[in-house]
Structure formats: structure tokens, C-alpha cells
């Protein structure tokens, strides 16, 4: 009786370990063994609030979402389906590091008026070219604002 209690408790600490191993690498582990995301630099230059150089452009950033104002009305909003990525890994930001953006259209109601074709940062700024329905580019620059301000 007593061999068959201690093997049930074996059983059932093997099985509650499965699970608890389980749940730690499906909740806890983001990447395999040994990685560490080296993206925090540019990730730190890039976060808070930029304005174009001519006034007209907001663009707000947080973690890898964005919001972008145009003539003071929000056109995208922060949220979860929007956002963009970056590969950057480096100890230096130099040169210009390339922005993917997600979800590119810019749209008013169910009207597309541009869409974000590229998007970078270089030399401290951040840089945005848009096309719109009129085969018109326009590339904006944007300056980041203090964060005293």
C-alpha cells in the first residue's frame, strides 16, 4: 500500500512538472536560450513625441506603435494593429536604419488619403515619405521634441 502511494505521488509530481515546464516556456521565454533583443538603442532614440519641420505632421512613438497627426487631426491611432519593426542591433546608430511599417495606409473614414512608403531614422531624425492617391510623394522630416516641454 505504501509502495503504491509513493508511486502515485511520483506520477503525479512528474505530470504536474510537465505542465508547470510547460506553461514557463510558452509564458516566459521569448526567444531561444542565450538570446537578448540588442534592438533597445534605436528603440530608445525613436521613443516620444517628433513634429515636421514645417509644423504640419505629429508623430508620437511608443515601443514599436506610433500615432501620426496631420494639420492636427489624428489620422492614425495609437493602438495595436499599427505599428512598425526594425532590425537594428548595434552599439552606435549610425547611418540610416530602416523602419518597416505594418499597416501603411493612412486613412480618413473609408478613405485612403496616403500611405507611409518609406520610413527611417537617420541622424537624429525621423524621416517619412508619403504618397498620395494623386501620384504626389511628399517626404516629411520629423524633429523630436524635448521631453521637458
Request: net charge negative; glycine share 12%; charged share 30%.
Amino acid at each position: 500500500m505504501i509502495i503504491l502511494i509513493i508511486g502515485l505521488c511520483l506520477i503525479a509530481a512528474l505530470i504536474t512538472g510537465c505542465f508547470l515546464r510547460e506553461k514557463a516556456e510558452k509564458e516566459y521565454m521569448l526567444d531561444g536560450p542565450g538570446m537578448v533583443y540588442e534592438g533597445w538603442l534605436l528603440d530608445e532614440a525613436l521613443a516620444g513625441k517628433w513634429t515636421s519641420q514645417d509644423g504640419r505632421y505629429a508623430l508620437e512613438i511608443e515601443g514599436f506603435r506610433f500615432s501620426l497627426g496631420i494639420d492636427g487631426e489624428e489620422l492614425v491611432e495609437m493602438g495595436n494593429i499599427n505599428g512598425f519593426y526594425h532590425g537594428f542591433s548595434g552599439t552606435e546608430l549610425t547611418g540610416r536604419q530602416e523602419l518597416t511599417v505594418y499597416y501603411p495606409e493612412i486613412s480618413r473614414g473609408d478613405e485612403t488619403i496616403a500611405s507611409i512608403e518609406e520610413l527611417w531614422y537617420e541622424d537624429g531624425h525621423i524621416h517619412m515619405v508619403l504618397s498620395f492617391p494623386d501620384d504626389e510623394n511628399e517626404e516629411i522630416i520629423f524633429d523630436k521634441e524635448e521631453e521637458n516641454q
